[in-house]
């Protein structure tokens, strides 16, 4: 029974160092992202994808003290991750759900990163917290905007098209002769 005990032990700490070298639990890389408005669905442990690769996850949400608009995610990447000063950070919906996940785009840059707290800030996409409803509403109103902008013009083309329909329905007969003899 002692032996079968030490055996257990033994198995759990070989489990741990196992899942610490193989799974990524290693040695991390810690950056903030500033997000300049509403983050929803976002949660703490939510994936951080680079170029589509997941890298890491979300450790850590809270609103900025200095501006309750902007939202301050910290994230751990693996340390290999080649995230520059200029890496272009949105927000990805994943899945048939549409779980919200950290998207990092590569950059090119070399220059120093700013910090909070000597950590290193990343600055979000402006329209990165925007949801895919308020999406389709941004869309929507701008098609409105250029309906109601060009309202007169499309009234005077459905009319021209009425004419012209019809003027065909009129000459029905003409035309199916025409047709008839080609």
């Not at 290693?26 to 500033?34: F, N």
């Not at 200095?66 to 919906?93: G, M, N, Y």
């Not at 990163?113 to 869309?139: C, H, I, N």
Request: neutral net charge; glycine residues 12%; hydrophobic residues 50%.
């Amino acid at each position: 029974v002692g032996a079968f005990t030490l055996a257990v032990i033994l198995a759990g700490f070989v489990f741990v160092y196992w899942l610490n070298s193989a799974t990524g639990l290693g040695s991390r890389s810690v950056y903030i992202v500033r997000f300049q408005g509403s983050v929803s669905g976002l949660l703490t442990g939510s994936a951080v994808l680079f170029n589509g690769v997941r890298v890491g996850e979300v450790t850590r949400l809270e609103l900025d003290a200095a501006s309750p608009r902007q939202v301050l995610a910290t994230i751990a990447v693996e340390r290999a991750t080649p995230v520059r000063q200029d890496t272009f950070v949105s927000i990805d919906f994943q899945g048939l759900t549409g779980s919200p996940v950290i998207a990092l785009v590569g950059g090119g840059s070399t220059a120093a990163f700013p910090t909070t707290s000597g950590v290193p800030l990343l600055e979000a996409d402006g329209t990165a917290g925007q949801s895919m409803s308020g999406a389709a509403r941004d869309v929507l109103q701008r098609l409105d905007a250029i309906l109601a902008d060009n309202a007169k013009p499309l009234k005077s083309m459905i009319a021209n098209l009425e004419t012209f329909a019809g003027a065909l329905a009129r000459n029905s007969d003409k035309l199916d002769g025409i047709v008839a003899g080609l």
